[in-house]
């Protein structure tokens, strides 16, 4: 029989992982006990280090996309790591590496942005193969760091399904060390296994797409409710961008609210998930 690895809880899957991002991420979930990671989409550092310090304690991850930031400045990257300590969260940057394992090594260590050297999980697209593991993990594993492979995506008529998203799982297990899970709609379990053979990979499924008020934007964005996501698809981390700041990022009270309002709904579809009966 397989492992059921979504009935346990985050604090007992830390022993499936080997990879000290994956662990760091499991065990604040299991500390703070939220399953909750807020994907930080402005584009002004003033409010991008405002909402995080405001959101900070309700997340267990915090989601960049710092290439968006217009006055960007590498003491921001201070900031950041001093908000991660003060609130106990880790750093995920939404880099989607897509390119030969030389140009992502780079990306991922140089440039402007030195990505590798503060974010403690980023992510990749499979399409150029498992060279883009190689590439990534040549810079991430020395320092820690952990990659996420982009099985599916969040929106209308996403490529990333069928037999793309199986060879997508086929890579990860074959890159065990650096690669600690996927960001998906649904859990990976059984994806591209052959009948019969048991599937002991506990990979980390981390889902954007996540709304409690709408169903999607105007732009192809796809949202279901986090206990679609937790309940219904055994997802592990509900990723909420605008739905917790998007009314206006200088309403402090309001983020807050909201903040809390989906760590909540995340954490009790968590626990019905972990106490729903075998059947
Ligand atoms: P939203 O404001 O909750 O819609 O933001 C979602 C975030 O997750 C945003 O940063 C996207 O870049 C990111 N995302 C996504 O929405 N869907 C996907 O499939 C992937 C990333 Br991969």
């Known amino acids: 029989m397989e492992k059921t690895f979504s009935r346990q809880t985050y604090g007992q899957r830390i022993q499936n992982h080997s990879n000290p991002a994956a662990k760091m991420l499991l065990e ?43 006055d960007f400045d590498f003491s921001l990257i201070k900031q950041l790591q001093d908000l991660s300590d003060k609130h106990d969260f880790a750093i995920f940057e939404d880099r989607k590496f897509a390119d030969i394992g030389n140009t992502v090594a780079l990306q991922y260590s140089s440039g402007v942005h030195k990505i590798a050297s503060w974010s403690h999980i980023t992510n990749a697209h499979p399409v150029p193969g498992p060279s883009i593991i190689s590439g990534l993990s040549s810079v991430g594993l020395p320092l820690g760091r952990g990659l996420l492979l982009l099985a599916e995506m969040s929106t209308k008529g996403a490529l990333a399904v069928g037999t793309y998203t199986e060879e997508a799982v086929r890579m990860a297990r074959a890159h065990r060390d650096f690669v600690v899970g996927f960001i998906a709609q649904r859990t990976m379990k059984g994806v591209g296994m052959q009948d019969n053979v048991t599937d002991n990979d506990d990979f980390l499924i981390l889902t954007p797409g996540v709304g409690l008020d709408t169903k999607g934007d105007a732009m192809g964005q796809q949202y279901r ?54 059947v």
Request: charged share 30%.
């Open 225 to 278: 409710t986090p206990r679609q996501v937790i309940v219904d698809s055994e997802c592990d981390v509900i990723i909420v961008g605008r739905g917790i700041y998007g009314k206006d990022p200088s309403l402090v009270d309001e983020i807050r609210a909201q903040a809390k309002r989906y760590m909540d709904a995340g954490w009790e579809a968590y626990q019905e998930r972990i106490s729903a009966p075998v």
């Open 28 to 70: 604040i979930m299991e500390r703070k006990k939220t399953n909750l990671a807020v994907s930080v989409d402005v584009t002004r550092s003033k409010d991008f280090i405002a909402i995080i310090d405001t959101v900070g304690p309700f997340v267990c991850l915090v989601k960049t996309h710092i290439d968006i930031i217009e």
